[in-house]
């Protein structure tokens, strides 16, 4: 580890850093036909490598600047975004391959889904040519992290809200002088899915994963899983969306998940002289349950660097 010699009596090590440019917001409108396509990105690129005589020096002659680093961001998208995913390889390679110290560094990016307004007046079924409304609720994002020549991807989304009004209960659980949850087999079950998975280092490599194609697949798995089978908890739930994903895609070695549970709690109908046979609920915000867990591949260690920095999952 590089070391300050200018005080031989306290020295200091430089430890883990990097840095580079936050939240850079890019939107990129491909406009060569009167039917646009629009790409709208976070983006956050850090570096890192040799930078020890800027900390201890004020030497800068390493320090690509985090305004060259939004630059590059920008400069890049001129030829289109792609997947978030590829983008950020691509900034990943260019930063390590143009400055010799720059060994690695993290990237990672957050993309806005638009989709068409619908346009009657332009007699056309399939939506705008130029006008879009955010789509749905869910937030992709993407991390990855280079460190030599291994290049990780982890992809994911927030806030994939869903909710299954049926084939839901918990029972069975262990009940002391505090309980008074009541057992239930027929409840709501309700949550905004965030999660996570990463890409084996191999399948990256070898170029073979369409990030965008996998992105869909894996979203409709999730909700397939949420959807599938009776659930005795949410963590039944994600064990089932969780399957889903790693039998369909042997390229993601692991999946996480962090998940509210969004409690709906029947309410008391007969000060008003009415039943209520499962239809009226009072959807409480808080507290909430909060339900997080991992899976991996049996043959996979469930510590990997590539995590570090992806917080709100266990
Ligand atoms: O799906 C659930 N999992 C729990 O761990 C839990 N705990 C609780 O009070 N309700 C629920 N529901």
Request: hydrophobic share 35%; net charge negative.
């Amino acid at each position: 580890m590089a070391q300050n010699n200018s005080n031989e009596n306290t020295k200091i090590v430089l430890g883990k850093n990097q840095y580079g440019k936050a939240e850079v917001r890019v939107v990129k409108v491909t406009r060569d036909t009167d039917r646009h396509e629009i790409e709208d990105l976070s983006v956050t690129s850090q570096l890192r490598g040799d930078f020890d005589a800027a900390h201890f020096d004020g030497d800068n002659g390493h320090v690509v600047p985090t305004d060259t680093q939004k630059n590059t961001v920008f400069g890049f998208a001129r030829d289109g975004v792609g997947s978030p995913e590829q983008f950020l390889i691509r900034l990943a390679n260019h930063f390590t391959s143009e400055f010799g110290w720059v060994t690695g560094g993290r990237w990672e990016a957050e993309q806005y889904a638009w989709e068409r307004i619908s346009a009657p007046s332009q007699g056309k079924a399939e939506g705008h040519d130029h006008s879009f409304v955010r789509k749905g609720q869910e937030v992709r994002n993407a991390v990855v992290v280079k460190e030599g020549d291994t290049i990780q991807v982890i992809s994911g989304l927030n806030d994939l809200t869903v909710l299954k009004s049926t084939q839901s209960g918990f029972v069975g659980y262990p009940k002391d002088r505090f309980t008074t949850l009541e057992e239930t087999t027929d409840r709501i079950l309700a949550t905004d899915v965030s999660a996570r998975w990463r890409y084996s280092p191999e399948a990256i490599a070898n170029g073979s994963v369409d990030f965008n194609k996998s992105y869909d697949d894996v979203k409709a798995l999730l909700l397939e899983g949420f959807t599938e089978g009776y659930s005795y908890a949410l963590q039944h739930t994600l064990y089932g969306m969780a399957q889903k994903v790693l039998e369909a895609h042997p390229e993601i070695e692991e999946l996480r998940f962090s998940t509210p549970n969004k409690h709906h709690f029947l309410v008391d109908l007969t000060p008003f002289g009415l039943d209520n046979p499962n239809e009226v609920f009072y959807a409480a915000d808080r507290p909430y349950g909060l339900i997080e867990a991992n899976f991996q591949r049996e043959s996979i260690s469930a510590d990997n660097d590539a995590w570090d920095g992806i917080t709100g999952f266990c």
